[in-house]
């Protein structure tokens, strides 16, 4: 991990290969539970989303597997990229999540399976093409907040 001071921030670098590896077996995970529709199994993908939000991408359920057993036997350059993104792609994870175990504890069927579909369709997405909804909607947040304050700062 590394850590760069940018202006003010400290900016979090992570291996970019972690998150999408992490989308595949949240991707598998979340079709899991769709499928057998277990508040176990959704439960459960909360927690690794909530960890990611809370420890950061390296010290989250995932990273961590990710960081000791696949990350030492690939080879060539790492990449890397900036944790903010990806975290918000998490948390945003983590609300979806949450809403369809609470769907699943209430006996609410369609609001657990909408959501858990919502969350595996993100997964997924990222998993197979490396697209992240999540981090796209953080670079749109991020555009709009540097504009707001701009222009915030010009009056």
């Known amino acids: 991990m590394s850590t760069v001071t940018d202006s003010n921030k400290n900016v979090v670098l992570i291996d970019a290969r972690g998150p999408r590896y992490s989308a595949g077996i949240t991707t598998t995970v979340l079709a899991l539970a769709l499928i057998t529709e277990s508040n176990y199994l959704i439960g459960f993908q909360f927690a690794v989303f909530l960890s990611a939000v809370l420890f950061g991408l390296r010290r989250s359920i995932y990273g961590i597997v990710y960081r000791n057993l696949i990350q030492p036997r690939l ?74 304050s701009k222009e915030i700062s010009l009056n």
Not at 120 to 125: E, R, S, T
């Open 75 to 148: 080879s060539g350059p790492v990449p890397s990229e900036n944790e903010a993104a990806p975290r918000f792609a998490q948390l945003i994870g983590a609300l979806f999540a949450f809403v369809a175990l609470l769907g699943g504890v209430t006996g609410n069927t369609p609001l657990f399976l909408t959501a858990t579909s919502f969350a595996l369709a993100a997964a997924f997405l990222n998993a197979a093409f490396g697209f992240c909804l999540g981090c796209q909607m953080y670079l749109i947040l991020a555009r709009v907040r540097a504009r707001f």
